[in-house]
């Protein structure tokens, strides 16, 4: 199940404070296995997968600005890097790349002949993976910012 957060129409991510993004908390607290994995809502899953569009986006081609933005993000979101690999594509210049975390990942795909970028933010643990939307709008610009998260790893009952 994912639920859909439109930040065109509903949150205005430049005014955003920790406050507004959900609030976690680690369920191995009170328990012996070393999972990380979350309890919030009165649900348990392993982590939370952010997929992020911007429209409109500018500077989708630039290897560097990519690469420091998602080191940004890693910072901002309190996850751990372990590697990061970007492939620059001719003739169009997009980009694709991935940030590899102790947490799970980040990557992205660019179309910058569209003004379009797709990324996906992975984490698990104590990290927060919606601060990363608002380091993406700082860095690329866009019109428009669609989310999707989804719960990974949910556990029924």
């Not at 199940?1 to 439109?6: R, V």
């Not at 890097?81 to 991935?98: K, Y």
Request: glycine fraction near 8%; charged fraction near 25%.
């Amino acid at each position: 199940m994912y639920k859909d957060f439109d930040y065109n129409q509903e949150i205005d991510p430049t005014g955003a404070t920790e406050t507004q993004w959900p609030s976690f908390k680690n369920v191995n607290e009170n328990d012996e296995r070393n999972d990380h994995f979350i309890q919030r809502d009165g649900k348990q899953y392993a982590g939370t997968h952010l997929i992020i569009d911007l429209w409109g986006a500018s500077k989708l081609d630039d290897l560097q600005l990519m690469e420091q933005a998602f080191r940004e993000a890693v910072l901002e979101c309190g996850a751990t890097l372990l590697h990061i690999h970007m492939h620059h594509f001719t003739p169009n210049g997009g980009v694709s790349g991935v940030a590899v975390l102790a947490e799970s990942h980040i990557s992205v795909h660019t179309w910058p002949e569209r003004d379009y970028a797709a990324f996906d933010v992975f984490m698990c643990g104590d990290a927060k993976p919606h601060k990363a939307t608002e380091i993406l709008r700082k860095a690329f610009l866009p019109s428009g910012i669609t989310v999707k998260e989804i719960l990974r790893g949910e556990v029924h009952s």
